[in-house]
């Protein structure tokens, strides 16, 4: 088993944001990706509280993630008092910005803990870049790139899974990952993955 932020011998603790869940549930194969890496995952109890407040809007992202809680894939894990303090800066404006409740607290547990961080949105990303540089941040289009998941899920799941998380999780790309998403499930899929930017989707051949 490969760690994902870090060495083998040292497999890193990585905190997974509500929409990292979500796009991972899509694929169908949740577990099986996580489970290529030796790191240890978890979420915030903020996290899990937002997946289950989709189930009021007809989403079913709380069920499987119970699931990977139930097989010890992910551990809920609680904010402490210094990550209480961080995340009530991210929602309060002091900053002079607010995060939504769940990105906050997975940036605030991580700032805390000396954790790396699996975030998709855009925003969330930018100021965790900005306020919190000791923060190792991945994504989830990262984590389906990563060639552990290749040899370990092989070429044709890996393909399926970054399809289904782009077109039924509407997973965002960094631009810096497009081109090599697209190289992976080809130009003629990436048209229909609404998620993708507009240039990104009317490719003939990924640069």
Same mark, same amino acid.
């Given at each position: 088993?490969?760690?994902?932020?870090?060495?083998?011998?040292?497999?890193?603790? %990585?905190?997974?944001? =509500?929409?990292?869940?979500?796009?991972?549930?899509?694929?169908?194969?949740?577990?099986?990706?996580? @489970?290529?890496?030796?790191?240890? /995952?978890?979420?915030? &109890?903020?996290?899990? *509280?937002?997946?289950?407040?989709?189930?009021? /809007?007809? $989403?079913?992202?709380?069920?499987?993630?119970?699931?990977?809680?139930?097989?010890?894939?992910?551990? %809920?894990? &609680?904010?402490?008092?210094?990550?209480? =303090?961080?995340? *009530?800066? +991210?929602?309060?404006?002091?900053?002079?910005?607010?995060?939504?409740?769940? @990105?906050?607290?997975?940036?605030?547990? =991580?700032?805390?803990? *000396?954790?790396?961080?699996?975030?998709? @949105?855009?925003?969330?990303?930018?100021?965790?870049?900005?306020?919190?540089?000791?923060?190792?941040?991945?994504?989830?289009?990262?984590? +389906?790139? $990563?060639?552990?998941?290749?040899?370990?899920?092989?070429?044709?799941?890996? @393909? +399926?899974?970054?399809?289904? =998380?782009?077109?039924?999780?509407?997973?965002? %790309? &960094?631009? *810096? $990952?497009?081109?090599?998403?697209?190289?992976?499930?080809?130009?003629?899929?990436?048209?229909?993955? &609404?998620?993708?930017?507009?240039?990104?989707?009317?490719?003939?051949?990924?640069?």
């Amino acid at each position: 088993m490969s760690s994902f932020f870090s060495s083998p011998s040292q497999p890193a603790l %990585v905190v997974l944001d =509500a929409s990292v869940l979500i796009n991972l549930n899509a694929t169908g194969l949740s577990q099986g990706i996580l @489970e290529t890496f030796s790191d240890r /995952f978890c979420v915030t &109890p903020n996290a899990v *509280e937002e997946l289950r407040r989709g189930d009021q /809007f007809g $989403h079913d992202d709380a069920r499987p993630l119970q699931a990977l809680i139930d097989a010890k894939v992910v551990a %809920v894990w &609680p904010l402490c008092a210094r990550a209480l =303090a961080v995340y *009530e800066t +991210l929602i309060d404006g002091s900053r002079g910005y607010y995060l939504d409740d769940g @990105e906050a607290a997975s940036i605030a547990f =991580a700032a805390a803990n *000396e954790a790396a961080l699996i975030l998709d @949105e855009r925003k969330a990303r930018r100021y965790a870049a900005q306020d919190f540089a000791q923060v190792s941040v991945g994504c989830t289009a990262q984590l +389906l790139l $990563h060639p552990s998941v290749r040899v370990v899920l092989g070429p044709e799941q890996q @393909e +399926l899974a970054m399809q289904r =998380a782009l077109q039924l999780g509407r997973m965002r %790309v &960094p631009a *810096e $990952h497009v081109s090599s998403v697209v190289r992976l499930i080809g130009t003629k899929v990436a048209r229909e993955c &609404p998620s993708l930017p507009r240039q990104a989707r009317s490719w003939t051949s990924p640069p």
